[in-house]
């Protein structure tokens, strides 16, 4: 929240006003940045929740999949980590998870002493076809800019993520096992 340094109180009213008026559906001007990058986390928000209604899944275990199966198995402890919660907690979300048939848990190949965490072959299946729309859409947009648009909304991106980054700290390394 940006709030003006010489009149807090005015500054979060002015915030508010702003930030409404790019959720209540009115066009955007052209030139709102802000209200569009508020509309894509607007857009990612409702489309996490439409995945987890469509997958069954709680947004703890929706993020548990979305790890496993955008970088593969790991330990509960890694996720855990990459999540930033307590293995206590961890273990409650996989227990979830495993009595839905989604995950597996199994015996680490070098390690016995250790459990791997895989999402099952079926929510794997499940997970592609509810997100396949917004990546063929996703992609389509890239396909459909320059080399010099594609430069800008890349550098754009990344000074963004490096704000977000900057406000909440770098993102957790998972943990080595």
Do not use: W
Not at 9 to 26: P, V
Not at 48 to 75: C, K, M, N, W, Y
Not at 110 to 138: E, F, M, N, Y
């Amino acid at each position: 929240m940006e709030v003006n340094s010489r009149d807090p109180q005015r500054g979060a009213r002015d915030y508010a006003a702003r930030a409404g008026a790019r959720r209540d559906g009115r066009p955007l001007d052209d030139g709102d940045i802000r209200a569009r990058i508020q509309q894509v986390t607007i857009r990612q928000q409702r489309f996490e929740r439409f995945l987890s209604r469509e997958l069954g899944i709680d947004q703890g275990g929706l993020e548990v999949l979305d790890h496993l199966l955008s970088t593969g198995p790991a330990t509960p402890t890694e996720l855990a980590h990459k999540l930033e919660i307590s293995t206590a907690a961890m273990t409650l979300v996989l227990n979830r998870l495993e009595a839905a048939g989604h995950i597996r848990r199994e015996r680490h190949p070098s390690d016995g002493r250790k459990l791997i965490v895989t999402a099952s072959p079926q929510i794997a299946t499940d997970a592609q076809a509810c997100v396949a729309p917004l990546i063929d859409g996703v992609e389509h947009v890239i396909g459909t800019l320059s080399a010099g648009e594609a430069s800008v909304v890349a550098s754009f991106l990344e000074r963004l993520i490096d704000a977000y980054d900057s406000a909440t700290g770098p993102v957790p390394a998972t943990v080595k096992t």
